[in-house]
C-alpha cells in the first residue's frame, strides 16, 4: 500500500521565480492538504483540497495556490518567490468519508529560495 | 497567544528513561489531538491519535488529554535510541480538518 508521495525531494529556487510541487495521496484517500514547515518550526497550514476544491485556507497569501486532479493528487504552486518562502512542504491525505481527522504525510519537498 | 504551544527545548535522557512532553492549547473548539514522530528531513509520522479528554496506550507510548486545562502529554516509556527524533503535537476542531501544530520537543535518547 503506497503511503503519500512528494516530488520533487528537493529545489532551488532564485526571488521572484515560481515553483509547481506535486502530491500523490495515500491509496484510498480523497482529501489532501499542505503545510509549510520553516526550519525549526511546526507545520503551518496553507489550504485543503477536497472534490477538486479548496475546501478550507490557512493565512497565506494568494501567491500560493494549488489544484486538485480527478485522481485526488494534487499541485501546490507558489508564484514570486521571496526568501522567506524558504521551508519543507509537506503534503498529508486524509479521508473525508471516514469522520475523523487522521492525516498521513508524505516526506515532503525542500525548497530553497536564493 | 498562539493556538497551540508547545516548549521547543531539546531534551537529552539516558536510555530506558521515561520521555515527557506537553503542549497546551488556547482554542476550546479543539476535539482531535495527536502526536506526530519527526526524525531529521522527513516527513510527521502519525504516533498517536486521541479523541476528546482521556488516556490512550500504545506500547511504550501513552498519550493524555485535560480538556479542562487545555493540556496534552506524551509519555514514552524505557526509552530507545531510535526514539530520538522531534515530538510534534498537533490538534484540530470537530469537522475542521485544519491541524494546529506544536513548534516540536526535539529529544535525544543517549544509548
Known amino acids: 500500500d503506497a503511503g503519500v508521495t512528494q516530488s520533487p525531494t528537493h529545489l532551488i529556487k532564485t526571488r521572484g521565480q515560481q515553483v509547481t510541487l506535486r502530491c500523490s495521496p495515500k491509496s484510498g484517500h480523497d482529501t489532501v492538504s499542505w503545510y509549510q514547515q520553516a526550519l525549526g518550526q511546526g507545520p503551518q497550514f496553507i489550504f485543503q483540497?477536497?472534490?477538486?476544491?479548496?475546501?478550507q485556507r490557512g493565512n497565506f497569501p494568494d501567491r500560493f495556490s494549488g489544484h486538485q486532479f480527478p485522481n485526488y493528487s494534487s499541485e501546490l504552486n507558489v508564484n514570486a518567490l521571496l526568501l522567506g518562502d524558504s521551508a519543507l512542504y509537506l503534503c498529508?491525505?486524509?479521508?473525508?468519508?471516514?469522520?475523523?481527522?487522521?492525516?498521513?504525510f508524505g516526506p515532503g519537498t525542500r525548497l530553497l529560495v536564493l | 497567544q498562539k493556538e497551540v504551544e508547545q516548549d521547543p527545548g531539546p531534551l537529552s535522557v539516558p536510555e530506558g528513561a521515561i520521555v515527557s512532553l506537553n503542549c497546551t492549547y488556547s482554542?476550546?473548539?479543539?476535539?482531535?489531538f495527536m502526536w506526530y514522530r519527526q526524525y531529521s528531513r522527513k516527513g510527521p509520522e502519525l504516533l498517536m491519535y486521541?479523541?476528546?479528554?482521556g488516556n490512550k496506550e500504545d506500547g511504550r507510548f501513552t498519550a493524555q488529554v485535560d480538556k479542562s486545562s487545555k493540556y496534552i502529554s506524551l509519555f514514552i516509556r524505557d526509552s530507545q535510541p531510535s526514539d530520538s527524533a522531534t515530538y510534534l503535537c498537533a490538534m484540530s476542531a470537530n469537522g475542521n480538518n485544519r491541524l494546529a501544530f506544536g513548534k516540536g520537543n526535539q529529544v535525544v535518547v543517549i544509548p
Open positions: 482554542n476550546s473548539a479543539f476535539q482531535y
Open positions: 483540497y477536497y472534490e477538486e476544491e479548496e475546501r
Open positions: 486521541t479523541y476528546s479528554s
Open positions: 498529508a491525505s486524509s479521508l473525508t468519508a471516514q469522520g475523523q481527522e487522521t492525516q498521513y
